[in-house]
């Protein structure tokens, strides 16, 4: 890390076990991302009138390449939060699902779509109920009346956009369905 690890405790007083809990689990984080700028966590106590002891809280602040993430979870009536050891647990298992993600993102690894294959109608043979598209590289790929989908086989002519699943058929390459793009649909 650039900045080294800030711990506060808040309603609570300071303990060198739960700091060293605290560095163990940074440490951990700092390992599994190492871009990790600064890492800034508050410990607090909530002293209200229970039954059992307090309920503790922690904050996590981190600091990566161009953002700052946050954990931060109140849940009331949660007996797991009267052990501090587990809600540090919690709160560092948060923070690192936070930096998977941010990793994700950073490597470009987020869930992109895919354009669906699309071409142009340039054969129409209408009394075999097929016809062949061609596809932006030049192929021929052949589609029956069936594929088309919302039975707009009859309202095709040459020339239309459509998108396509593309199958290998017994003779070659073959649209397995055809949607009809709008006349001013812009395909990139």
């Known amino acids: 890390m650039q900045t080294p690890l800030q711990i506060t405790f808040r ?3 300071h303990s060198d076990a739960v ?3 605290i560095r163990e689990k940074a440490a951990k984080l700092e390992d599994f991302f190492p871009r990790l700028i600064s890492c800034r966590v508050m410990v ?5 009138r229970h039954h059992q002891g307090n309920l503790f809280h922690i904050r996590l602040e981190l600091g990566v390449p161009n953002k700052e993430l946050v954990v ?6 949660n007996h797991a939060r009267e052990d501090i ?3 540090i647990r919690d709160a560092f298992d948060a923070a690192k699902r936070q930096l998977e993600d941010y990793a994700r993102i950073l490597k470009r690894e987020t ?8 071409g142009r109608v340039i054969r129409l043979v209408s009394e075999q109920d097929h016809g062949y598209i061609e596809t932006a590289d030049g192929r021929e790929i052949y589609f029956h009346r069936n594929s088309v989908t919302n039975g707009g086989f009859d309202k095709l002519e040459v020339g239309s956009e459509v998108r396509f699943t593309e199958v ?4 070659g390459p073959c649209a397995s369905t055809v949607h009809v793009i709008g006349k001013h649909h812009i395909v990139e």
């Open 11 to 13: 309603g609570i007083s």
């Open 19 to 21: 700091e060293a809990a």
């Open 44 to 48: 607090e106590a909530s002293h209200r």
């Open 72 to 77: 931060s979870r109140e849940q009331h009536d």
């Open 85 to 87: 050891y587990v809600v």
């Open 111 to 118: 869930k992109t779509h895919e354009i669906p294959p699309h």
């Open 168 to 171: 290998t058929g017994e003779e």
